[in-house]
């Protein structure tokens, strides 16, 4: 099984693929890891593959580009590989129970990049999870974006995606009024419908869609720090390969 985090930078991404690998293996699976990101310095577990064999942001750094120019010029580096790097990952699927791929920091850097879209259409029915954390829930319309931009992940990379919400431990007195606009796209349509601005407008317009086109997929919630949530994960994940789920 192949399980893929994506997130915006400080999402959790790292921590999260050595904690659930960590939970993985205390339940007796055989896990592999893959580092996809060329600007990290340290990492909490050892990668099977590691795109840092190759080139790093340090590396380019020191030849006069920038931090930005560094990342963007080590995934053109990176995208004539793509396929060897899948077929790695793919013989390591046959191997291990468990595939754990850990995306760059940077987003951008592996959804808009070539480097992301050519190695996730070389993997067999690889599971994406998205995880975005509670600061980015500011508003109303922060709902509607992050279930929208799972629809979009999904589109892009030609994968199911899971939404997750991750750090749960930090909001754990106020996690029911977050599920309460995650769970209910109907219940989160209402409530924008009353805002008379133009963004609620647009929100609402948004959110009313998604029902019709979004994946039949549960909305999982993770904390690293508790391991709430990785039970669920893993029972998605077996749902996906197995085929005998729905994921909702």
Do not use: W
Request: proline share 4%.
């Amino acid at each position: 099984m192949i399980l893929t985090f994506i997130g915006t930078a400080g999402s959790g991404k790292t921590t999260l693929t050595a904690k659930f690998g960590q939970y993985l293996e205390k339940e007796g699976h055989n896990v592999a890891y893959i580092n996809l990101d060329t600007g990290v310095k340290s990492l909490p577990y050892t990668p099977h593959v590691d795109v840092r064999e190759m080139i790093t942001v340090e590396q380019l750094m020191k030849s006069g580009l920038g931090p930005n120019g560094a990342i963007v010029k080590s995934y053109d580096i990176l995208t004539p590989h793509a396929k060897e790097y899948a077929n790695e990952i793919s013989k390591l699927e046959e191997e291990f129970d468990y595939v754990l791929i850990d995306t760059p920091g940077q987003m951008e850097s592996f959804l808009f990049h070539d480097f992301g879209s050519n190695l996730m259409e070389n993997l067999r029915e690889p599971l994406v999870v998205y995880l975005f954390d509670p600061n980015i829930l500011k508003n109303l319309y922060d709902y509607c974006f992050v279930r929208f931009f799972a629809l979009m992940i999904d589109l892009r990379l030609s994968a199911t995606t899971i939404p997750a919400l991750n750090k749960i431990d930090i909001i754990k007195n106020e996690l029911e009024y977050y599920k309460k606009y995650l769970d209910n796209l109907e219940y989160l349509s209402s409530r924008l419908r009353l805002d008379p601005s133009t963004q609620g407008y647009l929100a609402y317009k948004l959110c009313s869609f998604l029902p019709d086109v979004i994946s039949s997929v549960r909305l999982l919630y993770l904390s690293a720090i508790s391991g709430a949530g990785f039970e669920e994960l893993e029972t998605v994940a077996y749902e996906h390969y197995c085929t005998c789920g729905d994921l909702t």
